[in-house]
Nanobody, 124 residues
């Protein structure tokens, strides 16, 4: 089993910064790509940023230049540094990871999982 645990959300004023972290734990797993999604009230969950196993990153247009995704491969952790925050960034932020896990018979199975979510609220 793989667990994804997020931390770092909170309340911040517009223009401020927050850093989210997500740690993957368990045994017998290998993470490929990690990502951050967010879901605002009444809206669909949207992809915010991704980072692959080779460090390639991608961002949704609305956060480019303000958010930075990074990864600590040794600790299976992904971070999202958010700066110049706007009220429209208010949402529950979810960590996502995909890769493979070692299952019965020592066979690798595809894995995709989500963290529990962390609330980010930006006041105007």
């Amino acid at each position: 089993q793989v667990q994804l645990v997020e931390s770092g959300g909170g309340l911040v004023q517009a223009g401020g910064s927050l850093r989210l972290s997500c740690a993957a734990s368990g045994s017998g797993f290998s993470i490929n790509a990690m990502a951050w999604y967010r879901q605002a009230p009444g809206k669909q969950r949207e992809l915010v940023a991704t980072i692959t196993s080779d460090g390639s990153t991608n961002y949704t247009e609305s956060v480019k230049g303000r958010f930075t995704i990074s990864r600590d491969y040794a600790k299976n952790t992904v971070h999202l540094q958010m700066s110049s925050l706007k009220p429209e960034d208010t949402a529950v932020y979810y960590c996502n990871a995909n890769g493979k896990v070692l299952g019965v018979g020592r066979i690798w199975y595809a894995y995709a999982g989500w963290g529990q979510g962390t609330q980010v609220t930006v006041s105007s």
